[in-house]
C-alpha cells in the first residue's frame, strides 16, 4: 500500500476447516499505539517525527490522508514512517476521512493546542454502540477551550491551553490520549486523574518524552502533563499489537493446533493467557515467545471485559468464538461497550449456542460448528469469524472484510503459513 491512493482488498473469503493450525508468526507493530503516536506529530512546528514498527493497515492509511490533508509529508515503507510537518497547518478536518475512522478523534487534542482551533466531523469507525467524545471535550473545555457542537462537527477554539485537573467519568483510552497531547503545549502542569493505563498509552507517553514533554505516570490512575512552547524532532518505536498476537494465539487452540507469537511482552496479555489456561488451553511463555497449544476438551469460564489490565473489550469476539466449542457455559460480560455483541447472529448461524441478556452473552458448548456465510460486522467480530471458520467443519465464506483490513496485517499470509486453507475473492475492480 502507498501512502497515497488506497489498495482495494478483498472483501470475501472462504476458508475449510477442520485443519490444527501450527506454527510460529511474528507479531505486526500495535494499530491503536500507531494511529495516537502520528496524530501527536501535529504538535511539531518545522519538525519531523519518525516511527518504526508502524503496519501497514487501512486505518493508518486513513491517519496518513488525514496528517497529509493537514500540510503534513508522511513516507512510509516497509514499517518505517517519517511526518515532516510545517510551519503551518490546516485546523479543518475531511467529513470523508473523518467518518471512516474512529480514531480520527485522536487530532482533536493536537489539533487545538498547536492551532488554538480545531475543527472535526463527529467520527465513524466500527458501530460499537454509543461512544461519544464528551470526556475529550470536557477535557479539552477544562484547559481553557470553549467547545461548539453544530451540524454534526465540533468546533474547539482556544488561545494557549492552561494546565487543568481533569478526572475522566471513565478511564477511556482516546480521551486520555487526546489530553496528553492537548497538555503537551499547554502553559503549566495538566494531571490527569483516573487515566487508562494501557501499553499503548505508555507508547504514546515514551514518544511524547522523545519530543520534549514532561510526562510522569503513565500506565497508572494519575498522568502528569507539563507542558512546553514548543517540540523537537524524535526517532521512536511503536509496541507490538497485544490484540494480534491474542487472535492468533486463539486460533490455534480452536483448531485443536499449536500457534506460537513471536515479539509481545507476556504482561500485555496477562489476563486473556489466564483464562484461555482456565478453561483449559496450554499456555508456554518462555525467551521473547508466547505458545498456546490445545491439549484437550476446553472448559465454560466467565469472562468480564474490564479497562486494563483487565480483560481487554478487543479480544471478547475472539474468546466467545474458543468458547462456542467449550464444555458446559460460559458466561461473557460485555462491560465496556454496549453493542459489542452484534456477532453473535453470525456465530448461530455456523452452530454456536447463545443466549444474550442485556450485555451478557451465555455461550451453551457444542460439539461441533457447521461453514456458513456470514457477514463481519467490525474488526474484531471479523476474526472471531475467521476463527471459527477454521474450527469449522466443512466451508465457510465471511463477507465484509473491509473491517479486518483496518487491524490485521498480513492476515491471509500469516493464516496460510500456520496451515490455513484459504481462498480469496479478488476484489471487482472499480
Known amino acids: 500500500m502507498g501512502t497515497h491512493g488506497e489498495k482495494r482488498l478483498a472483501d470475501e473469503m472462504t476458508l475449510t476447516g477442520g485443519r490444527p493450525l501450527a506454527g510460529t508468526i511474528n507479531v505486526q507493530g500495535a494499530k491503536n499505539a500507531a494511529l495516537p503516536v502520528m496524530a501527536a506529530a501535529i504538535l511539531l512546528r518545522g519538525q519531523s517525527l519518525r516511527l518504526e514498527c508502524v503496519p501497514d493497515l487501512y486505518d493508518i492509511q486513513t491517519m496518513c490522508r488525514l496528517l497529509c490533508h493537514l500540510g ?195 504482561e500485555f496479555l496477562e489476563s486473556v493467557l489466564n483464562k484461555m489456561e482456565e478453561a483449559g488451553a496450554d499456555i508456554d511463555v518462555f525467551n521473547g515467545e508466547i505458545t498456546a497449544k490445545w491439549k484437550g476438551p476446553l472448559q465454560g469460564v466467565t469472562v468480564k471485559t474490564l479497562p486494563y489490565p483487565g480483560f481487554p473489550t478487543d479480544t471478547q469476539p475472539q474468546m466467545m468464538a474458543l468458547l462456542t466449542l467449550a464444555n458446559g457455559n460460559s458466561v461473557i460480560h460485555e462491560s465496556v461497550f454496549d453493542s459489542r455483541l452484534l456477532h453473535i447472529d453470525e456465530f448461530r448461524k455456523m452452530g454456536a449456542k447463545i443466549e444474550v441478556q442485556d450485555n451478557v452473552a451465555i455461550v451453551t458448548g457444542v460439539s461441533k460448528l457447521t461453514g456458513a456465510e456470514v457477514l463481519s460486522s467490525n474488526l474484531r467480530a471479523g476474526a472471531a469469524l475467521i476463527m471459527l471458520g477454521l474450527a469449522a467443519e466443512g466451508k465457510t465464506t465471511v463477507r465484509g472484510l473491509e473491517h479486518v483490513w483496518r487491524g490485521y496485517e498480513g492476515l491471509v499470509e500469516k493464516f496460510r503459513s500456520l496451515g490455513a486453507e484459504i481462498e480469496i475473492a479478488e476484489p471487482a475492480v472499480e
Open 72 to 266: 503534513a509529508e508522511v513516507e512510509f515503507e516497509n514499517g518505517c514512517m517519517t511526518i515532516n510537518v510545517p510551519d503551518e497547518i490546516e485546523c479543518e478536518t475531511p467529513v470523508e476521512l473523518v467518518r471512516k475512522m474512529r480514531a480520527s478523534s485522536l487530532v482533536l487534542g493536537p489539533l487545538t493546542a498547536r492551532c488554538g482551533r480545531a475543527v472535526m466531523p463527529l467520527p465513524g469507525g466500527c458501530d460499537l454502540g454509543s461512544r461519544p467524545l464528551d470526556f475529550h471535550l470536557k477535557g479539552l473545555a477544562k484547559m481553557g477551550a470553549d467547545i461548539e457542537l453544530k451540524g454534526g462537527a465540533v468546533t474547539a477554539t482556544a488561545g494557549r491551553l492552561k494546565g487543568a485537573t481533569i478526572t475522566l467519568d471513565f478511564p477511556s483510552v482516546g480521551a486520555t490520549e487526546n489530553l496528553m497531547m492537548a497538555a503537551s503545549l499547554a502553559e503549566g502542569t495538566t494531571f490527569i486523574e483516573n487515566a487508562a493505563k494501557e501499553p499503548e498509552i505508555s507508547n504514546l507517553a515514551e514518544i511524547l518524552r522523545l519530543m520534549g514533554v514532561q510526562i510522569k505516570g503513565d500506565g497508572t490512575e494519575i498522568i502528569r502533563i507539563t507542558g512546553m512552547n514548543e517540540l523537537h524532532s524524535a526517532s521512536g518505536e511503536i509496541i507490538p499489537d497485544r490484540i494480534e498476537a491474542a487472535t492468533y494465539l486463539m486460533a490455534g487452540v480452536i483448531t485443536k493446533g499449536c500457534v506460537t507469537v513471536r515479539g509481545i511482552a507476556p
